[in-house]
């Protein structure tokens, strides 16, 4: 269904979604209301942040903080090993990360990198030699590359850009040294809480996760929580297989799924139910009649997508001007995006290349006077499964934040 379908002459998303009935918490608005730490009235389901909390809180301070990380050994594989002490010490060998906020170099601490490295570190020494290489490597790149992405300070930084995006919300980043500003309502801790190997038989689980806290400056009560997990799974080998490339791939994936995900919880997305599925076009032909499967020859396609709201939703969007944001992927990173779309369709202008396979989204963005709320990433596991491109199958097939994307084979040329 066209955008043009949607009926305008009907009141704006009666205050976001029917009054807010779908997506928000009642429990975090009575918490806003009355001063009372969230943390004891929180659901045990993830929720949005409500909207009547997202109109009251627009000056926010994000900071970066070591979370409470622990280690986790599990699996089928769990015992101490002549590795263990060696492990430790590489892994807490990790220092400081310099950053530049607000145009003044500092040195973030981050204990909890440290803390990441003895996590990994301190589980090698495996009888099985695939599953201690795997660890050291996972250890080793933890201890040297301090400007890799699994660090709260770098988390933070995304999330701060994914609200910088947010017309309504002024957020700034700062070191945990530096003196909160006036006028600031509010302040949003960012920590990684843990990494976790979990090596059951010959596949690995790598899981990192995540905590988003939002916590009222004059009262210090917690008004919003969110715990976010990354998590993917392959054989040994495949973790191992060219210098462990899908560890690396992993850790990137990680960081841009929970940045995004903490970032549109909190103030950008709405839980907005509808139908969004691929369709074939000119350039895009189905694959055995699976519209999620294309294959195209053109390297400029034109990609192509069904939208349909229920009444009620399509009653609560009235008077919405509905964009459209387009990504896609590679199988290792993001190559091609487009923002504010019109219409359900749009022709790729950088050219892909012949011989290789994408996997690409859209997403609604709703608009009026100037505000902006995003619907969800078009996949084909349904978002209320509790499944939004955070838990992967097979990492070496797809990684877990683009699996469920439609994927897009580009034939070879002749």
Not at 153 to 178: E, H, I, Q, R
Not at 252 to 274: D, M, W
Not at 383 to 410: C, T
Request: hydrophobic share 40%; glycine share 6%.
């Amino acid at each position: 269904m066209a955008p043009e379908l949607i009926d305008k002459s009907r009141g704006w998303f009666r205050d976001w979604l029917l009054a807010a009935a779908v997506l928000t918490s009642p429990t975090l608005a009575l918490a806003a209301e009355e001063g009372v730490s969230a943390e004891a009235v929180v659901p045990q389901a993830p929720t949005h942040m409500s909207e009547k909390l997202r109109a009251t809180i627009s000056k926010i301070v994000i900071l970066p903080i070591s979370g409470d990380a622990t280690e986790s050994i599990t699996g089928t594989y769990g015992k101490e090993t002549p590795g263990l002490a060696g492990g430790v010490a590489k892994g807490s060998g990790v220092g400081s990360i310099p950053v530049e906020v607000g145009h003044v170099p500092v040195n973030i601490p981050i204990p909890l990198l440290r803390e990441l490295g003895m996590i990994v570190g301190g589980i090698t020494g495996s009888a099985q030699r695939q599953v201690q290489e795997l660890r050291d490597r996972l250890t080793e790149d933890l201890s040297d590359a301090v400007e890799q992405p699994l660090t709260n300070a770098a988390l933070a930084t995304d999330v701060f850009w994914g609200l910088k995006n947010v017309d309504s919300v002024d957020p700034k980043l700062f070191a945990v040294t530096t003196p909160i500003p006036e006028g600031t309502e509010a302040i949003l801790y960012i920590s990684i809480d843990e990494l976790t190997l979990n090596v059951q038989k010959k596949e690995a689980i790598i899981t990192t996760s995540a905590t988003a806290r939002l916590e009222r400056l004059s009262d210090r009560s917690t008004l919003y929580r969110r715990e976010v997990k990354y998590e993917d799974r392959d054989t040994l080998s495949h973790w191992l297989e060219d210098d462990s490339a899908l560890w690396h791939q992993y850790r990137v994936f990680a960081r841009h799924y929970i940045g995004r995900e903490i970032s549109a919880e909190l103030y950008e997305r709405i839980a907005q139910p509808a139908v969004l599925a691929p369709v074939a076009t000119d350039t895009v032909k189905s694959v055995k009649k699976n519209a999620w499967q294309g294959r195209t020859e053109s390297l400029t396609p034109t990609l192509a997508w069904q939208f349909e709201l229920p009444d009620a939703a399509s009653s609560a969007a009235a008077g919405a001007d509905i964009l459209w944001d387009i990504e896609i992927y590679d199988s290792s990173r993001p190559v091609y995006s487009a923002k504010q779309v019109p219409g359900p369709q749009h022709t790729v202008t950088v050219p892909l290349e012949a011989c290789k396979t994408y996997r690409w989204t859209v997403r609604p963005s709703y608009h009026r006077s100037g505000d902006r709320k995003n619907g969800w990433w078009m996949r084909a596991a349904s978002p209320q499964s509790g499944n939004n491109g955070n838990v992967g199958r097979a990492v070496s097939e797809a990684h877990a934040y683009i699996q469920d994307f439609a994927s897009l084979e580009v034939k070879c040329r002749r």
